[in-house]
């Protein structure tokens, strides 16, 4: 894809933005993308593809129009997959409230689909699993929090359990959670944030999983979950009674 000069670009970046956009169609069919992964950044694909980013730019606007991928401000590029079709939606967070409500109920299936992933998880699972989390240590040691690879993380320790109906309801909580991340995330930054111990939280309930311990697989995700509802709330939830 090599182009030999600016104005040869310009009158086929056409062509070259749907030949990108081929490829990553490809790439996400043949499975090197999964279902909500975050695709490279524009700088990436570039040098990937060797094109310019405005060629990249047009070929991700065609898969967004084509509904293959999705788009969040500031966090990038996302597949859509399968189960994003399945019908199943939630109201949108519409304040603090909802966030705490979706904690709650993130807090009554992610501990349940850690203490299956631990009874039923696989090599691959367990693979999929310790590369999230070496991105993610990766970007604590940069200082950086990414909620798009946290979230992969949950969904993947959901799809270990082998229940497919785990996943599928992270998927349509996705911009819920989505909120409460970006927001833990602001949080874990500030000056008395707590960066690194989420990311070990994360680490040790991969190694439950890795060791076949249900109820501490459980027990650890739970207080994570907990944990993030705290660093966010700062300690004191509202009062949602009725």
Known sequence: MTVSGNGVETARSGKLAETVYAALIRQIEAGEYAANARLPGEHELS????????????????????????????????????????????????NIADIQRSYEFRETIETKAAELAALRRNDASLEQMDALLRRLQKATAGGTHREDIDFELHLTIAKASNNQYFP???????????AGMKLHGLALLSPTGRLEQTTDEHGAIVEAIRNRDPRRASDLMRQHLNNSRDRLFGGSLLDLRL
Not at 71 to 76: K, N
């Open 47 to 94: 040098k990937i593809f060797d094109v310019s980013r405005p060629v990249v730019r047009e070929a991700l606007g065609m898969l967004r129009d084509d509904g293959r991928i999705y788009s969040r401000q500031g966090a990038g590029s996302f597949v859509v997959g399968a189960q994003d079709d399945l019908g199943l939606a939630f109201r949108p967070a519409e």
């Open 168 to 178: 599928t309801v992270l998927l349509a909580l996705r911009e819920q959670i989505a």
